[in-house]
C-alpha cells in the first residue's frame, strides 16, 4: 500500500475529512507549498502531531525547519482522532517488562506519562484552545478481565509509584456510563480528551511563531540521502542537515524499512447532533473519555458543546466504506440503545499507523535521518512527545530516543506483496474473538 494512494484515495486534495472537527475547527490560514530549492538545518516531512511538534522544539532551539505536508496541517490521524490523550504506552508494562526488562520498561513509562503532561504543558504554555477535559476509563467488556485490571492498577502504584489510576467496580462503571453492557474497569486521571483538530492547529501557530516554516499541499515524491539530505516535491526541493520522518501510517514506499514494520489500518468515527444536559450526563456522567477492551476497540467520548463522539469499527484496504455513518451507529447503540433517537450529523474515516507489537517505532536511517511513527492508537500524546524527542535528538541528546528505538517493533510477516493481506486475516480472527 503507497502513501501516495493513501494520501488521496478518499479525500479531496488539500482538504480536510468532513468531520466535525474541522466543522468546528479554530481557523488557521494556510500555508504556501514548497517553491524552489530551499536549504534548512532541518526538514520535516508529516504535518500531524509528530512533524508539527518536532517543528515546534526544533525551532524553540534554533534551527531552522521547514516542514512539508501533503495537505493541510492536522489533514491525517492527528486531526480526526478519537481525541483521547492517554498516559503511558498503548500497551500494559506487564508486558512491555517481558519484552525488554523492569529497567528498560520503566524508562518506556516514563516516557508515555511524561507525553501526558507536555500535551497539557503545549496547551497552557501556547493558550492552545482545544477543550482539555481530564480522565480516560478503560471499560471491560468481559468479567474475565476484573481480576487483572485491579492487579493493574496496584502493580502501577507500588511498582511504579504512579497514583492516578483507580480500579472501578462494575457498579461505578455502570453508574458512570449509563450502561450495562460491561463489568469492571480502570480510569487515568492523568489522562484526558481533546478537541485533536484544534489542538494540530495550535501547535502549528506556535511552531510558526517559534520561527518554523510550514509548506502545506507539498507531497514528498523522493528522498537522496547522504551527508546532506534533500527531499523533493513537485514545486521544489528542501536540503538539510537532518530530516525527521513523521508520517506514521502514510510512510509507505518513503521508507519501505519503516513500513514493512508500521501498517496503515483505517478506523472511523461518527459524531451526534448535541444531547440534552440530561442525557450527556446519564451515558458520560463525569465527561471522561472512554474506551473498552475488545481488539476492534470502540472508544467514545463527549465534545465541549455535548455531541457523542463515538468511534468503532477498522478496515484495512485502501477505500472507507459508504456506510460509516450507519454502522458506527449501530455499534454504538450496542452500548447505549438510548441514544437510538438521536441524529448522527458527521461521519469520518482515517488512517492510522499500527505495529506487530502495538509500541511505537523509533528508527536511525544512515546518520541524519530519524524516522518516528506507529503510534497504534495512542498517537495524540505521544506522537507529540515523539517530535519532542526528534528534536532532542537532532540537538544530540538521544538518551530517549534509545529508549524508545530499543523497543521491539519487528517487521509484520509475509514481506511486500503479501503483509497487508495477512495483516488483514490476523485482524479478522481477532475481530472473531472479541464475541467469545
Not at 455531541?307 to 450496542?334: A, H, N, Q
Not at 452500548?335 to 461521519?347: A, N
Request: charged fraction near 20%.
Amino acid at each position: 500500500m503507497s502513501s501516495a494512494d493513501l494520501l488521496h484515495w478518499n479525500d479531496r486534495p488539500g482538504e480536510h475529512a468532513p468531520s466535525w472537527y474541522a466543522e468546528s475547527a479554530r481557523p488557521f490560514p494556510d500555508q504556501p507549498p514548497l517553491e524552489g530549492d530551499l536549504r534548512a538545518d532541518v526538514c520535516v516531512v508529516g504535518g500531524g502531531f509528530t512533524g508539527l511538534s518536532a517543528a515546534l522544539h526544533l525551532a524553540e532551539r534554533g534551527y531552522s525547519v521547514r516542514l512539508l505536508e501533503a495537505h493541510r496541517a492536522g489533514w491525517g490521524a492527528s486531526g480526526r482522532n478519537g481525541g483521547q490523550v492517554g498516559s503511558g504506552q498503548r500497551i500494559e508494562q506487564d508486558e512491555i517488562e517481558q519484552m525488554v526488562g523492569r529497567e528498560h520498561a520503566r524508562r518506556a513509562f516514563d516516557i508515555g506519562t511524561g507525553a501526558a503532561q507536555l500535551v497539557r504543558d503545549l496547551i497552557a504554555r501556547h493558550d492552545i484552545g482545544c477543550a482539555y477535559k481530564p480522565g480516560v476509563m478503560e471499560a471491560n467488556h468481559r468479567r474475565r478481565f476484573d481480576a487483572h485490571s485491579r492487579a493493574y492498577v496496584e502493580k502501577l502504584r507500588t511498582e511504579y509509584d504512579y497514583h492516578s489510576m483507580r480500579y472501578l467496580e462494575p457498579a461505578d462503571v455502570a453508574d458512570m456510563l449509563g450502561t450495562d453492557v460491561f463489568s469492571a474497569g480502570m480510569i487515568d486521571m492523568a489522562a484526558g480528551h481533546i478537541h485533536p483538530l484544534n489542538f494540530a492547529r495550535g501547535l502549528a501557530t506556535a511552531a510558526l511563531n517559534a520561527g518554523a516554516v510550514i509548506h502545506e499541499r507539498s507531497q514528498v515524491t523522493a528522498i537522496e540521502q547522504g551527508p546532506k539530505v534533500t527531499v523533493r516535491t513537485a514545486g521544489g526541493s528542501v536540503t538539510a542537515d537532518h530530516l525527521i520522518l513523521g508520517c506514521n501510517g502514510y510512510i509507505g514506499d518513503l521508507e519501505p524499512e519503516t513500513a514493512a514494520r508500521v501498517q496503515p489500518i483505517n478506523s472511523y468515527v461518527i459524531a451526534t447532533e448535541p444531547l440534552s444536559e440530561d442525557l450527556a450526563a446519564e451515558v458520560n456522567r463525569d465527561d471522561v473519555a472512554i474506551f473498552d477492551t475488545r481488539f476492534v476497540v470502540n472508544y467514545w467520548r463527549l465534545s465541549e458543546d455535548r455531541r457523542m463522539i463515538f468511534g468503532g469499527r477498522e478496515s484495512y484496504g485502501y477505500r472507507f466504506p459508504d456506510d460509516i455513518k450507519e454502522s458506527v451507529f449501530r455499534r454504538m447503540l450496542t452500548l447505549y440503545p438510548q441514544l437510538s433517537h438521536v441524529k448522527v450529523t458527521h461521519g469520518w474515516g482515517g488512517t492510522l499507523g499500527i505495529t506487530w507489537s502495538r509500541l511505537p517505532c523509533f528508527r536511525r536511517i544512515g546518520g541524519n535521518i530519524l524516522s518516528l511513527s506507529g503510534y497504534s492508537g495512542s498517537g495524540v500524546a505521544l506522537a507529540t512527545m515523539a517530535g519532542q524527542i526528534g528534536a532532542e535528538t537532532v540537538a544530540g541528546q538521544a538518551e530517549r530516543f534509545d529508549v524508545m528505538a530499543g523497543l521491539p517493533t519487528k517487521p509484520f510477516p509475509g514481506g511486500p506483496g503479501f503483509r497487508h493481506a495477512l495483516m488483514s486475516l490476523g485482524m479478522l480472527w481477532f475481530s472473531l474473538r472479541d464475541r467469545l
